[in-house]
């Protein structure tokens, strides 16, 4: 009977994998631990000698020397929005001057038929040699007869070629600016230049593409989102959205984890994400998310003084969009909506204006600091509002690798003192907030690991250093994508961590890192694991139209 009991436990015990001769971080740093052990998806042991959880049919390997990390969870994506864009449309981040730009839109215009849309994005043009403002008069001689929108790479402006304005309905006669929007146009002639913002993108309707191509650009998305070991994210949706992710879900071959976000207008967009079914550890549904204003480059983010370079239709004293919500109350009502149902917000801030306006609404709601609410971005503080996100518990959500591109431009755009407390990561860790990180794709590469490099590193894509007081650890930045990333989606429970009882995410990576962050930015998975079952990252979809470093 003792042998029999003995039999059965060791039965129970034995792992379904072993993974060994590893170096495994958790936790916020590198631990003592060589081996784990997994059994029925979770982790049941890490340390040095798992000989105890061996049977006969246990997988091993060995990991040789290299670090083992929990799955990478990103905290800010859009990737049901925005996978056929990903996948099909025009790649402009590879331009690096205005001809590269017109001739790459050339290019495009060969391959369609008649009359079909140019969809492009990822152009940023504040590094051209040639100091130009994009216009229409760019592309209508390569465009023809086919209507264009091209969006910059930070989502909040676009360049309209003739045709689309036509389509659009937009002329020198109006429409008038859309509420939180703007319509570039010639001071002296009213004529459209091409670029239109925030508010203005949606009076733009390019064709819908169908279940089928959205569903297969999914699939081609996540494979893009495993090369790089990110095996979750907090993904912001559109009510269209929502359908693609239930449908991936409705998958037996489902293997990335998501809490969704819908944007909300009105106090109703609570309730329909608290009316949103969800599946537990896979799918689940957690909050509004909320926009105070637009970008750096795009000169829509909404500052305190005035830009230093406006764009030259903008006036001298051009301070950016905020958004109409947050001045005619309406965001305070949806704030209160989702205080009183227990649902989470998160809202884009970008400007240091917009980041003060959105932490005084917070600081209206009771028991604040407990509600795990959000600032997506957080990119450019008064010094003085710094240490608010951890006095009202506030999770800062940022993404290093914007760093990267903004440092090319930043200090003519906002001037060098506004720059010294941009991108305050170290600031705010050193004030006791929670910092978890993102990439915002597809506005840059899902990568994680040039976004971690940024961040310990301060280099920028120029190749120099750039504010690098703000410069944070190795350890630091991996916990911002991992424990703390988790926790900013109440997921803490389930993933983030190696540890006995969570889901066994995890990624063995093909080296050991530096802890200066010298080797960081072109790390890869050796192996992808969700669930203990091992991802075929070799034979994954091939790397998409974002490439690392390439901004």
Known sequence: MLLATLMLLQANQTADLIVENGRIWTDGHLTKFTSLAVKDGKFEAIGKNLSPYDGPSTKHINAHGNWIVPGMIDSHTHIAEECVSFVSSLDLHSAKSKKDFIQLVRDQTAKLAPKQWILGSGWSADSYPDKEVPSKEWIDPVTSDHPSMLTRMDGHS???????????????????????????????????????????????HPPFPDVAT????????????????????????????????????????????????????????????????????????????????????????????????????????????????????????????AAKSNIQVITHAIGDQANHDILDLYAEIPDIKDRRFRVEHAQHLETQ????????????????????????????????????????????????????????????????????????????????????????????????YTRKAAYSMFME??????????????????????????????????????????????KLAPQGRVSAGSY
Request: proline share 6%; glycine share 10%; hydrophobic share 40%.
């Open 385 to 480: 509002d710094i240490p608010r996100f951890s006095q009202l518990g506030v999770i800062a959500s940022m993404q290093p690798f914007h760093k990267a591109d903004d440092g090319r431009y930043a200090e003519k755009v906002i001037g060098m003192e506004r720059c010294k407390s941009s991108y305050a990561f170290r600031d705010i860790l050193k004030s006791g907030g929670i910092l978890a990180f993102g990439s915002d794709f597809d506005v840059v590469t899902i990568n994680p690991w040039v976004g971690i490099e940024t961040a310990v590193t301060g280099r920028i894509s120029t190749g120099k250093s750039w504010m690098t007081h703000e410069n944070i650890t190795l350890d630091q930045a991996l916990d911002a």
């Open 214 to 337: 959205t569903d297969a650009a999914l699939m081609a998305t996540i494979a893009e989102a495993h090369r790089y070991g990110v095996t979750s994210s907090a993904d912001i949706v559109n009510i269209f959205a929502v359908g693609t992710w239930q449908r991936y879900m409705k998958r037996p071959d489902r293997n990335f984890r998501v809490a969704l976000y819908l944007r909300a207008s009105t106090p109703q967009s609570v309730e329909a994400v608290a009316a949103l079914p969800g599946i537990e550890g896979w799918m689940e549904p957690h909050g509004v998310k909320l926009f105070m204003d637009g970008s750096l480059g795009s000169r829509t983010a909404y500052m305190a003084k005035p830009f230093t370079t406006p764009l030259p239709s903008q006036p001298k004293d051009w301070r950016g969009l905020p958004r109409p919500g947050a001045a005619d109350g309406t965001y305070k009502k949806i704030i209160a909506a």
């Open 158 to 204: 676009a360049l309209l070629n003739s045709a689309a304005l036509l389509a659009a309905g937009i002329t020198k006669d109006g429409p008038p600016d859309p509420a939180g929007g703007r319509i570039e146009r010639d001071p002296t002639t009213h004529e459209p230049t091409g670029i239109i913002a925030e508010g203005a993108l949606r009076l733009v």
């Open 493 to 538: 429970n389930e993933i983030g961590r190696i540890a006995p009882g969570y889901h066994a995410d995890f990624v063995i990576l093909d080296r050991r890192l530096k802890t200066d962050g010298s080797n960081v930015g072109s790390t890869r998975p050796a192996f992808v694991f969700m669930e203990g079952k091992e991802l075929a990252v070799d």
